[in-house]
Structures are given as C-alpha cells and as structure tokens.
C-alpha cells in the first residue's frame, strides 16, 4: 500500500494527534512547592545505582527485555526467512501476530500481574516468573520443530513483555519521588543492551558463510540466540543470589 516513508508519516501524524490530546485533556497536577534541587536529584540516582535492590532485578530485565527487543526488532524476521524458509509476505503476516501477541501481553501480563499482587504474591515474582517462560521459549525457537514457527514466535511475542513488569516492581521498592529515575535507568540500561545486542547477534552469525541462496546458517542464528539466552540465565541465577543477600541482611 505504501513504502516505509509513507509508514513514517502516518506515525508522525498520530505521535502528534496523541501530544496535541495529552497536552488538551491531562489536567495540570498543581505545584506542591519547590522541586528538587540539581544535587538532591543526582543524589536519587546514586540512591538508586548503588541499591542492592535495584541491582538484584534490573540485569534479568536488561537482558530478557534486551533479547527481545534485538530478536523482535530486528533478527525474527530473517531467521522466519533463512530457517522457516517462509517467503516475504509470510514473513510480513508472522511479524504482525508477534506484534499482535506483544500487545496483549502488555495488557494480559499486566493486568495478572495486579490481580496477584492482590492475593499475597508480589508483582516482582510474577515478573520473574514470566521472564522465566521467556526462556523457555527462547529455547523452542532454539530447538524446536521449524512446523512450530507460528504458535512458538506468537509465545515469544507474548511472554517478551513480562520484563516490564519488573520496572512497576522495582519502583514499588523505593520511595515515590524516586519511582522515576528507576524507571529511567533501567530504560536506560535496556537500550544500551538491546543495541548491543542486536549487534552482537550480527557478528556471531556473520561468523558463518552466507549460503548460495544468500541465506545466513542455521548455526549462525542458534549460536547468536544461545548467547542471549544464556547471559539472561546468568542473571536469573543473579537474581536468586541477590535475594538470599537480601533477606540474610534484614534478618541481621
């Protein structure tokens, strides 16, 4: 229907239409005194990169939200191409369920999320627990039938967001005004990793020749997505550890 400028246009138009609607109809929260000083504001970020807190779940959400981004934005698509052997339109429709499955894992993921919270189990270990069937997913794309392609990268699509969970959850363990900045660094820290990632990818299936066909291998794409699973199986282990520190410190 159209090329990808024309995509960008119709982006650019509704980022407008959804600022002119956010500026019309959010009404002003009034001011409750003076904000924080520049020191006191660098004070809150030290405050939230040298927590034990922070730093117990912001790797596994660096690096599950890292893996997804890299494969998602950018390496799903050639390997549905290269491995699945699917051509351009079906690529295309595969892309689009993945994006579909994404949505509503925002929506579904989160709103269980809350619902358990309210029944005693926190937000945090329905994060990691999500983040955990991403790996496992990860590991059908890895090992699993090529048959499974749809169902498999549509599990991807959905259980690649159970990350942001965690970004509600670590702003729950620090005061209100900090809630910000938490959300920020890990932001921060996810698109650092996720750029690496996707170049890193890249280069371990750039380590293979490229087929007659003009097809990357088989092995290039299993060794570039084993690494990312297994950097995000290091955290997971993090996590665990970090935890224990935790809890034999309030116990002290």
């Known amino acids: 229907m159209t090329d990808w400028r024309g995509v960008f246009m119709v982006l650019a138009v509704l980022t407008l239409l959804v600022a002119v609607a956010v500026y019309t109809v959010v009404p002003e929260k009034p001011s409750s005194g003076a904000g924080e000083s520049f020191k006191h504001q660098l004070q809150g970020v030290k405050t939230v990169f040298t927590s034990l807190e922070f730093w117990r779940a912001a790797p596994l959400t660096t690096l599950s939200q890292a893996s997804f981004l890299s494969v998602q934005g950018l390496w799903a698509g050639p390997w549905l191409k290269d491995v699945a052997g699917l051509d351009r339109m079906a690529v295309a429709n595969v892309l689009l369920w993945i994006a579909v499955a994404m949505i509503a894992g925002f929506i579904l ?23 955990g069937l991403f790996m496992g997913v990860q590991v059908l794309v890895l090992a699993g039938p090529v048959r499974w392609a749809l169902p498999v990268w549509v599990l991807f699509g959905f259980f690649g967001t159970s990350g942001i969970i965690a970004y509600a959850a670590l702003s729950q363990r620090f005061p209100v005004k900090l809630s910000g900045r938490v959300t920020t660094a890990v932001n921060l820290l996810v698109f650092i990793a996720a750029f690496l990632g996707q170049w890193a990818i890249g280069a371990i299936i750039g380590q293979w020749p490229v087929g007659a066909d003009g097809k990357y291998a088989l092995a290039g794409y299993r060794s570039g997505f084993f690494v990312m699973l297994a950097l995000q199986a290091i955290t997971l282990l993090w996590f665990f550890m970090a935890s224990r520190m935790i809890r034999n410190r309030k116990k002290e």
């Open 109 to 131: 993921l989160g709103s269980l999320a809350e619902r358990l919270s309210r029944s005693g189990i926190s937000v945090l270990a329905t994060a990691v627990t999500g983040m």
